[in-house]
């Protein structure tokens, strides 16, 4: 009598209570294994899915009190700067697998997330591509009560039509040609679970109104199968494209559309995040390192200026590439010899590099306003060509004898040599015959 009241007063929300329930069930398990004489292996198994539910109860809880918490406390609306803000989500146990700064738009998108994991409410993630659609919609996951369930991630893009149905939903054995055995669709894969739908907007409309109604109905039916199977499975989908306008345009059910975007997630390109960029920079040089196994690179300064005033069409997933890219050519320090030849800037003739840096230094005596990147790229430059001019009086011009005593790759020093317009054969010595030096 006592239980049956106490799941009473639990179901009208009251954690205290909530957690009195769950101690009492706790007890009772506790009960049945301290006066046990003997437990047969089905009572054993009966006692695991007790042990197993209960756990999930306190997940469950666990989540929601927290989230409870986090919205409670907007009742009384504080001004917070962005960097409190980013402090407020991590202090609130808020899980995040990578780094992010202090953009407020990309603030607002991750408190919307905080809010929408515990529920089972779709979630329509939009953005360019590159800029982490996937990785929200593993936050969302993470920060829910199905965080310890599959997580399934689907490119709708990918998928032949042909083969949409099955890819989705599973096949009975000899539904079609070639499909020998069941099998099960990423739908009953997700069962309990997240199911990402990536590049919703390339799914065609015979496939739209089969997702339709699996979100309808909850149930899902195999190819060749007569039979309906239930699926618990919370839905978050992700585009590029604006499916508003393609469902103006008849190109994406409306109907489909607004049951996808119950909860909408939009997130700002990497252009508009210039201060998450350094944070970056440090999270894929240490993460690229561990996947080379090598010590994470050094960047000259030239190359870092260049990286951190970039445009990034491709986003995050372009920036980390390019540290992926220069970690594996680069030796201790990349430079921009190292970026793809499309973006790499265009090399400047001695002249030009010259006249730069007597411009730069002129207008720092002067007390002209230049950018201090400028001013650092000029220093940097005069003093590299400086250092080289030196090196190459002191071997008389023999390259291979400058880059062993600087330690330094001979193609990398060439390198060096042809940016600044120097020419080796202008340092050779009288006394040293033609076929001795190095020509570059």
């Known amino acids: 009598m006592a239980m049956k009241i106490l799941d009473q007063e639990v179901q009208q929300g009251s954690s205290a209570l909530s957690y009195a329930g769950l101690l009492e069930k706790i007890e009772i398990l506790r009960s049945r294994l301290r006066w046990a004489s003997k437990l047969d292996r089905p009572e054993i198994e009966k006692l695991l899915r007790q042990a197993n539910g209960?756990?999930?109860?306190?997940?469950?809880?666990?989540?929601?009190?927290?989230?409870?918490?986090?919205?409670?406390?907007?009742?009384?609306?504080?001004?917070?700067?962005?960097?409190?803000?980013?402090?407020?989500?991590?202090?609130?146990?808020?899980?995040?697998?990578?780094?992010?700064?202090?953009?407020?738009?990309?603030?607002?998108?991750?408190e919307v997330a905080e809010k929408a994991a515990p529920t089972d409410l779709p979630v329509l993630i939009d953005g360019e591509s590159g800029t982490g659609k996937e990785l929200m919609a593993k936050v969302i996951h993470a920060n829910g009560?199905?965080?310890?369930?599959?997580?399934?991630?689907?490119?709708?893009?990918?998928?032949p039509e042909n083969l949409l149905e099955s890819e989705l939903f599973g096949h009975k054995k000899g539904a079609f040609t070639g499909?020998?055995?069941?099998?099960?669709?990423?739908?009953?894969?997700?069962?309990?679970?997240?199911?990402?739908?990536?590049?919703?907007?390339?799914?065609?409309?015979t496939g739209q109104v089969k997702l339709l109604r699996v979100l309808q109905s909850q149930e899902i039916q195999r190819v060749g199968a007569d039979e309906a199977i239930a699926v618990d499975t919370r839905i978050v989908a992700a585009t590029n494209k604006n499916l508003r306008k393609l469902s103006e345009q008849g190109l994406f059910r409306e109907d489909l559309f607004y049951r996808l975007s119950v909860i909408h997630v939009s997130l700002p390109p990497l252009r508009e995040r210039k201060d998450e960029i350094p944070l970056l920079f440090s999270y894929f040089c240490d993460e690229a390192a561990e996947a080379l196994k090598r010590r994470p690179v050094k960047m000259t300064p030239r190359l870092r200026d260049f990286l951190l005033n970039?445009?990034?069409?491709?986003?995050?997933?372009?920036?980390?590439?390019?540290?992926?890219?220069?970690?594996?050519?680069?030796?201790?320090?990349?430079?921009?010899?190292?970026?793809?030849?499309?973006?790499?800037?265009?090399?400047?003739?001695?002249?030009?590099?010259?006249?730069?840096?007597?411009?730069?230094?002129?207008?720092?005596?002067?007390?002209?306003?230049?950018?201090?990147?400028?001013?650092?790229?000029?220093?940097?430059?005069?003093?590299?060509?400086?250092?080289?001019?030196?090196?190459?009086?002191?071997?008389?011009?023999?390259?291979?004898?400058?880059?062993?005593?600087?330690?330094?790759?001979?193609?990398?020093?060439?390198?060096?040599?042809?940016?600044?317009?120097?020419?080796?054969?202008?340092?050779?010595?009288?006394?040293?015959?033609?076929?001795e030096g190095n020509r570059v």
């Open 54 to 110: 209960l756990r999930d109860e306190v997940m469950q809880l666990s989540h929601k009190e927290r989230f409870v918490q986090a919205a409670s406390g907007e009742g009384v609306k504080v001004v917070q700067s962005p960097g409190e803000r980013r402090r407020a989500l991590l202090a609130r146990s808020f899980v995040f697998e990578g780094t992010f700064g202090d953009n407020p738009r990309l603030l607002d998108a991750l």
């Open 145 to 159: 009560s199905r965080a310890d369930k599959p997580f399934i991630s689907v490119n709708c893009g990918a998928i």
């Open 179 to 205: 499909a020998a055995n069941d099998r099960k669709g990423k739908f009953e894969s997700a069962h309990h679970g997240t199911i990402f739908l990536d590049e919703i907007g390339e799914l065609p409309l």
């Open 310 to 435: 970039y445009a990034y069409p491709g986003n995050i997933r372009e920036l980390r590439n390019l540290i992926y890219r220069i970690t594996c050519l680069a030796g201790d320090t990349a430079g921009i010899e190292h970026l793809p030849v499309d973006i790499r800037p265009r090399p400047q003739s001695s002249n030009e590099s010259a006249a730069d840096s007597t411009a730069a230094a002129a207008a720092i005596i002067a007390g002209a306003a230049i950018s201090l990147s400028d001013a650092k790229r000029a220093a940097s430059d005069e003093a590299e060509r400086a250092f080289l001019e030196r090196g190459l009086r002191e071997v008389g011009g023999t390259v291979s004898e400058l880059a062993r005593r600087c330690d330094m790759n001979r193609s990398h020093l060439q390198m060096l040599l042809k940016k600044h317009g120097i020419h080796s054969k202008d340092f050779r010595r009288r006394d040293v015959p033609p076929h």
